[in-house]
């Protein structure tokens, strides 16, 4: 697999990541069998770079990251924190950093952690030197390598990249998210901090699996954040309308190459993008797995595929996202 440099972490990673968030939860019910499958699949298939967070099963995730990291070496792992308490500016400080890092170094039954990003914190915190003070003295303890932050908005990644050590900011890309390719990506790479694509397939409607008609279960969050009801709306569906999302998807559809998923697709849209140095879809089972990491192979898409994707997104998704996010 084509590997990329992650930012100022200095370290090189697989293009196609494997976003550990399905295996904690809020994705209906996923068994620790094929969990761990998933995570073994992705090793197989070429996949450096994992992505969780200590919110994620409530610790569940990254224990089975933990336990894929005592079986493969040369693995680089990311997790987050920050989002198990009530969220105000106050608690992102060295006592909380230090507690929190704690927990997830003891999940992930590491030292050093190889990537620690605040997981999507209130605007006020990327203003605040004393956080990333904080942060500073964690990576000085060896407690972390390197760290990151997970962002909501545009405006809140162009903060971060103005911090100078800020290794990586994660942000929703894909087709139906554009408005990072605008600032983000080029003051990116400008700063030479990594961008981390999440979300790539919009909570699932790019993988064009989806109809009017299918159902989700009560505890996965495309039935019970449709409204931003717990978090942000904007994780799920990239915060469309289900039904424009799936109008959007008919159009991309014939723009899928032959022999392609429209899956790979979308994951490889994302990795034409100037800047972005890892896509972090997520797997259910080692199918899913070996099918994303199938997309680094595809050609990069031609140019008039990519123009007829930015016409649907100006068309049908534009009004709905790009002001908010």
Not at 112 to 118: F, H, P, S
Not at 272 to 291: C, E, F
């Amino acid at each position: 697999m084509e590997t990329r440099r992650l930012g100022r972490t200095g370290r090189n990673v697989g293009v196609v990541g494997f976003g550990a968030w399905q295996i904690g939860d809020a994705w209906g019910e996923v068994s620790e069998t094929d969990a761990m499958g998933a995570l073994h699949a992705a090793v197989e298939s070429g996949i450096t770079f994992f992505d969780t967070a200590d919110v994620y099963g409530d610790g569940r995730s990254e224990r089975l990251v933990g336990r894929l990291l005592r079986e493969y070496d040369g693995l680089t792992v990311a997790t987050k924190m920050g989002r198990r308490v009530p969220q105000s500016p106050e608690v992102y400080n060295l006592e909380n950093f230090r507690a929190w890092n704690d927990r997830s170094r003891a999940n992930l039954g590491v030292d050093t952690i190889d990537l620690v990003q605040l997981h999507c914190p209130p605007s006020e915190v990327y203003a605040d030197d004393a956080v990333f003070d904080a942060l500073d003295t964690m990576v000085e303890e060896q407690r972390i390598a390197a760290y990151g932050v997970s962002v909501e908005t545009c405006e809140q990644a162009l903060a971060a990249i103005r911090r100078p050590n800020v290794a990586t900011v994660q942000i929703i890309l894909n087709a139906f998210r554009l408005k990072p390719l605008e600032e983000v990506l080029p003051a990116a790479r400008e700063a030479g901090v990594g961008i981390i694509a999440r979300v790539p397939l919009a909570s699932g409607l790019l993988s064009g699996k989806f109809t009017a008609d299918t159902t989700f279960a009560a505890n996965d969050h495309r039935s019970f954040n449709r409204n931003g009801e717990a978090f942000d709306v904007g994780e799920t569906f990239s915060g469309v309308d289900y039904a424009t999302g799936l109008a959007a998807v008919e159009r991309l559809r014939p723009l899928v190459p032959e022999g392609a998923t429209m899956a790979q697709f979308a994951l490889r849209w994302i990795l034409d993008q100037p800047g972005v140095s890892v896509v972090i879809p997520g797997a259910r089972n080692a199918d899913q797995a070996r099918s994303n990491a199938a997309a680094a192979s595809l050609a990069p898409l031609p140019e008039t595929v990519h123009a007829r994707v930015r016409a649907v997104y100006d068309e049908l998704i534009r009004p709905q996202v790009h002001h908010r996010w």
